[in-house]
């Protein structure tokens, strides 16, 4: 089943209508960002402040990442936003990068380096899980230790929330067969996604996972006069996924992803602006009407 979700970083005063008319539009899920970005809320506790505005939509992360929070921590976070939920978070997370690189050096945090981080998200998802189907856990890490350690919070959802791993890397498609139910590519364009798909699944068969869910992050602009054909104008990147013109270039590009494999969108509406990753709340809702509206309709599953 494909599904449509939302990434959004508005500020408190936008975020009730913001991801109430996300669930009256019916859209899958909505994520909220995981960053120092100076226009965002601290993002688990905006979930929660979701979570209470909402009763159907699933909700999440965009990424979250264990290298900043402690599993333990972060296993109790999220089991407490999924029992507020009544069971509708979605745990999604990476291994950060330049956002992540460029908030260490202003915030004052560590940002290791590629291989570090690998194995700190493997060790974390290890105590994530543990913690939410065991009573009691020991680990012996080289990063983190446990001992006789008590989770007394546990998820709603049986075995805890689905478990969304974003990245490309060969590090990071290893942790998604060892602990991933969906795969995520990140915003970063790739130049042969066929080939792309081709390795996740065979990554995936190695742990006996197959047809396992596919989504892509996704920047989009609808332009709703009809003068924008692509993203060439406005000094957009081409290095990544962004979808700027009108709804049937949108439709077409977005067509293209769906023949080579991918079922889940995450759906970031940018802004046309100096800052385009801040969201104008009028606008934003605007752009979710016309794609529900303009853009689904066209697409052929």
Known sequence: MTKFCLEIGVP???????????????????????????????CWTAL???????????????????????????????????QFSNGRLEFRVGLGGKTMKADSEKYGFVFRKYSERVKILDESLQIIKGLWTNNEINF????????????EIVPVQKNGPPITISGKSDGILELLGKHGDVWESDGKHDSNYPALVKKVDGVC???????????????????TRNNISDGSSNGIKKDWNFLVGDTGVVCGKIQELIDVGFNRYTIYFFNK?????????????????????????????
Do not use: W
Request: aromatic letters at 10%; zero cysteines; a neutral charge.
């Open 12 to 42: 408190l005063k936008s975020l009730k209508n913001v991801v109430t008319k996300a669930e009256e539009l019916e859209f899958d899920a909505v994520f909220y960002g995981d960053s120092l970005g100076r226009y965002q809320l601290e």
């Open 48 to 82: 929660a402040i979701i979570s209470s505005y909402t009763k159907s939509i699933r909700l999440g992360p965009a990424v979250t990442f264990p290298l900043i929070r402690h599993p333990s921590i972060l296993a109790r976070t999220a089991a407490t936003i999924d």
């Open 140 to 151: 012996d890490g080289e990063y983190f230790k446990l001992n006789n350690a008590h989770q």
């Open 205 to 223: 068969s190695k742990y006996n996972k197959t047809n396992i869910d596919k989504s892509i992050e996704l920047f989009v602009s609808i332009d």
């Open 273 to 301: 602006k100096d800052n385009r990753f801040e969201q104008d709340e009028v606008i934003l809702i605007k752009q979710m009407e016309v794609f529900k509206d303009n853009v689904i309709p066209g697409l052929k599953f």
